[in-house]
């Protein structure tokens, strides 16, 4: 790419970060995402940094003072009223001071706090609003370890497909089955007055996620209980590697700050999670693959995940067998990386998660090969990405196979992902041994 090219792919980058901030937070795109998501959120101040630090740690500064007294980090925070989208906080009716949404979503924030704070030029000037956060985050982490795990097994589940970010996975199609649909209120969808109805979940789909968030509004959105009263209960290896990671990177950053009880604390929890992940592994796949909690049988479904896992640190050998499986998945389709492997009749190009590929994923799963050897692999991706921008421009997702933008457009995590690409990413150290 011409220098500029790059210059070029920059502006619009920050335009659209610009275009997209609303202040104190960031909007995923206008119209289908009119509110204040958590990982697009934290994804974002990482692209943030790039531009004006302080508006970065802003951005996570405003999730968090939306934290649930019992440590959850809500997946929405609804701060200004808007009827475009649907299911509104009428719906969660979570009885929050500004309400939010009652699930979670995956904690990216401990990594993203710690590249933001690592490349910081100027850290004394924001030791003590990281110490605030780093503080908070370990709080998340704590309820995602006790809540989300009840019987300890170094796993998070979740109860939402919502909560994986992956909503329409095909991993999550056979717990699913167990989720009625019956008397769930009368709804009108609103996502699909902004993108195409063919890119978005289902209606059977929507049913099912209302069905749940029903349920768990009956219940009073106690945490203490949801997760044995879930008919959907999943351990993802991408929202465990992700979480593991991030306690791996919390634990470094409390370490720095002199927190020292915390930076013990997040160790233990990643090294856990990483001997726990390894149950999640299937040598017949070649990856990671989802458990079903409530069968505690593994879900037959190799999705984009599993691959994910590369993200914390897994053993190299592991490592090694993902590098073989995006391989296989490259020699599939056109463009890295699909969210589901396109030799499994399942596989739909550009409907939301079963199939297209997203740069927030792409970006993770080159970070965590980079840092096993794996630059190679990485610098594909990195490649991949860079030529899904020119090709579709900053959309949310891309059909794998032709690279059409799909989902919503200016979107805002993409192009903190872009800035980051630009910035020719980074292979950073990892952080246990
Ligand atoms: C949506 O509404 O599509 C979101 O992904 C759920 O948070």
């Not at 794998?400 to 630009?422: D, H, K, N, S």
Request: hydrophobic fraction near 40%.
């Amino acid at each position: 790419m011409t220098p500029e090219e790059r210059t070029r792919l920059a502006g619009l980058a920050s335009e659209i970060l610009r275009e997209n901030d609303r202040g104190t937070y960031t909007v995923p795109t206008k119209g289908l995402y009119p509110f204040q998501w958590n990982w697009d959120s934290c994804l974002t101040a990482i692209g943030f940094a790039a531009l004006d630090e302080d508006r970065a740690w802003l951005e996570m500064e405003t999730l968090f003072e939306h934290q649930w007294p019992d440590g959850m980090v809500p997946h929405i925070v609804f701060h200004q009223q808007d009827d475009g989208y649907f299911p509104g906080p009428e719906v969660w009716q979570t009885g929050r001071p500004v309400p939010t949404s009652g699930i979670t979503q995956p904690p990216v924030a401990g990594f993203a706090a710690r590249r933001i704070f690592d490349r910081s030029p100027d850290k004394t000037r924001f030791t003590e609003r990281v110490r605030g956060l780093v503080r908070k985050i370990d709080r998340w982490h704590d309820f995602l370890y006790s809540a989300r795990d009840p019987q300890g097994e170094g796993l998070a589940a979740i109860i939402h497909p919502w909560e994986a970010g992956r909503d329409n996975s095909i991993d999550w199609d056979d717990p699913f089955e167990r989720v009625p649909t019956e008397g769930i209120a009368p709804y009108q969808r609103r996502d699909v007055n902004h993108a195409d109805p063919a890119h978005r979940p289902t209606k059977e789909q929507y049913d099912r996620y209302l069905w749940l968030l029903e349920h768990f509004r009956r219940h009073g959105w106690n945490n203490a209980i949801l997760h044995d009263l879930s008919p959907f209960r999943v351990v993802d290896p991408g929202f465990n590697a992700i979480l593991i990671r991030s306690c791996a990177d919390l634990a470094e950053l409390a370490q720095a700050l002199g927190e020292l009880e915390i930076a013990r604390s997040n160790r233990q929890r990643a090294e856990k999670g990483l001997s726990a992940i390894e149950r999640l592994w299937s040598d017949s796949h070649g990856q990671y693959l989802c458990l079903d909690r409530v069968t505690s049988k593994p879900i037959d479904s190799a999705s984009v995940g599993g691959v994910l896992a590369v993200f914390a640190a897994v053993p190299e050998n592991r490592a090694q067998a993902i590098g073989n499986r995006i391989r296989a998945l490259g020699s599939r389709c056109r463009y890295l990386l699909p969210s589901h492997d396109p030799a499994d009749p399942r596989f739909d190009a550009k409907r939301y998660w079963r199939g297209p590929a997203w740069l927030i994923v792409n970006y993770m799963i080159a970070d965590g090969l980079a840092a096993v050897g794996g630059a190679e692999m990485a610098e594909s991706i990195r490649a991949s990405s860079l030529a899904l921008i020119k090709k579709g421009g900053f959309a949310e997702y891309y059909d794998p196979i032709t690279g059409e933008a799909c989902g919503g457009g200016r979107f805002t995590w993409t192009a903190a992902m872009v800035l980051e690409l630009l910035n020719g990413g980074e292979a950073p150290e990892r952080t246990l041994a």
